[in-house]
């Protein structure tokens, strides 16, 4: 009955319920999920680990967030401009 992280990944739809985002507006759930990601390959790359377990949130900011979003923000990191604290 209980699944690994692969096949929950695998089996994935969409943004799963996160309590810590209860209200309609996903825009905080989107943009915490996207420094998730960016935190989590960060913190197992300077470990040489890994760094599958990260893909979820991957996939969960981009269920969440526009493109437009995810472009500009990609670019900020690039310039090294990008407000979040990665």
Request: glycine share 4%.
């Amino acid at each position: 009955m209980s699944e690994t992280i692969g096949e929950k990944i695998k089996n994935y739809r969409t943004a799963p319920f996160d309590a810590r985002f209860p209200n309609t507006n996903q825009t905080r759930n989107c943009f915490q999920n996207y420094l998730d990601f960016h935190r989590c390959n960060k913190a197992l790359s300077a470990r040489d680990q890994d760094v599958a377990p990260c893909d979820w949130y991957q996939r969960v900011y981009k269920s969440l967030c526009p493109t437009s979003w995810v472009g500009k923000w990609d670019e900020q990191i690039e310039n090294g401009s990008f407000p979040g604290k990665i």
